[in-house]
């Protein structure tokens, strides 16, 4: 009897240090970037605001379209707030979305308390870079008549629901990306037919923030900044198109 015990709380012990261990490993996220921490202040062009999430709006009018965007695996959100900030200073409101243990997949529905937020919005595009895409696709699905278009950063769908959907889709990543050029292609089948892809020559994984290097990661062969505003144009050019 005794053997047996001490066996059930070896197994327990385990557990409990291999979940202590994640949780751990979750809480250490990368970034953000001092870049990043400079875009969170509010300016003449873009009002910030912190809350349950961030928001960026253009200081001097009212959007009618928003892109609620959920970050990277193990990244820390407010990574991404310097290429949100320039998409909310082209005309858009744009959240941020902090998710539980900086991962997406854990938090997937962390975009619902948005909607009723923000009920002037007529256009909602969702997405998110890297596991955070994967979490905005299956948010996305869930909310069809909520959402018009989905946005991925280096990212792609985890099975092919939204092939058949309605959506405007937008792939953007780059051909330094770590989870390799065939990936990518691969993983087209899951969309829409009609989905919209940009690809960053020589840009990678980890420049679509600012939160340093990537564990795996390829080297990019263009700046973050150059790769930042390739995307960021993407993006405008999409919500545009949203709105017509």
Known sequence: ?????????????????????????????????????AALESDSNVTVTTGDFIIFEPANLKPVTGFIFYPGGRVDYRSYAAPLREIAAQGYLVILLPVNLNLAFFDVNAGDPVFAAHPEIQQWAVGGHSLGGVASALFAKDHLSLVDGIIFWASYPADDSLKNSSLS????????????????????????????????????????????????????????????????????????????
């Open 1 to 37: 009897m005794k053997i047996i015990k001490r066996i059930l709380f070896g197994l327990v012990l385990v557990v409990v240090l291999a979940v202590l261990g994640f949780v751990i490993w979750a809480e250490t996220p990368l970034g953000p970037a001092p870049e990043a921490l």
């Open 169 to 244: 889709v937008l792939s953007i990543y780059g051909t330094n990306d770590m989870a390799g050029m065939e990936k990518f292609s691969e993983t087209s089948t899951l969309l829409p037919a009609s989905t919209e892809y940009v690809v960053l020559d020589g840009g990678n994984h980890a420049q679509f923030g600012d939160y340093g290097l990537q564990p795996g990661d390829k080297q990019a062969t263009i700046s973050r900044a150059e790769q930042q505003t390739q995307v960021v144009n993407a993006v405008v050019k999409f919500l545009e198109e949203l709105e017509k």
